[in-house]
């Protein structure tokens, strides 16, 4: 995820135990592990590859992301609100986390804080599916980023860093304000990224869907939390 094996490697589970001071056998089964989510190529007496994912990939998954999640916020709207605000503690620590490594622009520590954080946020969607999915894309991504990013020397204040922000949106219960910037948070990667990567924005079919006005289709603040839930 954060490009410290290059896309395009191959290595043998004996050069990875030895990289990180481990026996095969854990070795072995982590790699496997990782072939199976997809994000390492199991070859045939030739060990494991880290994929490539081109500007074409990316569209595929930043699409699926950003339609997910906004399907997912208008769901929300239908239903009565389940979130545990007991967590809401939580997902403020792993955002000030987050927007503290994206500051300092320290992109191992950035991949992992990132990662945590959107692992808490998504809870608040109410669909244990969707936020496995969100995750696996998550992951995706940055395995596209990451050689650009590092490609960039010094990334202070280079990435998105208004993760405490977004949790603010939602202890002040503003669904549809934490919807409008969940589409300004995609809308900044693919931005990003498609500099980074010199390519067009014209390729991105989904930025009528992050420019759009979400509030027609959402209530206003969500109904009170129980003061005694820990929110």
């Not at 948070?185 to 420019?211: H, I, K, M, P, Q």
């Amino acid at each position: 995820m954060a490009g410290r094996l290059a896309a395009g490697s191959n290595f043998t589970v004996k050069e990875i135990a030895e990289l990180y001071g481990v026996s095969a056998t854990p070795a072995r089964e982590a790699l496997v592990d990782l072939a199976a989510q997809g994000l390492l190529r199991a070859e045939h007496h030739r060990g494991f590859t880290v994929p490539e994912f081109g500007w074409a990939d990316f569209l595929e998954i930043f699409e699926a992301r950003a339609m997910l999640t906004d399907s997912a916020f208008r769901q929300l709207a239908l239903r009565p609100p389940g979130y545990d605000w007991s967590r809401l503690g939580s997902l403020r620590r792993r955002a000030e986390a987050a927007t503290r490594a994206a500051r300092a622009g320290q992109l191992d520590v950035m991949v992992g804080c990132d990662r945590r954080f959107w692992q808490e946020m998504t809870v608040f969607l109410e669909n244990r599916r969707i936020a496995d999915y969100l995750d696996w894309l998550r992951v995706q991504s940055w395995m596209f980023a990451a050689p650009y990013l590092r490609a960039q020397g010094e990334l202070a204040g280079v990435c998105w860093t208004r993760h405490t922000e977004l949790v603010e949106r939602i202890a002040d219960q503003d669904l549809s304000g934490v919807h409008r910037m969940m589409n300004d948070y995609n809308l900044f990667t693919v931005r990003l990224l498609a500099e980074l990567a010199g390519e067009s924005l014209d390729s991105v079919a989904v930025l009528g869907l992050l420019t759009a006005e979400p509030t027609g289709a959402l209530p206003g603040p969500l109904p009170t939390p129980d003061p005694t839930s820990g929110r």
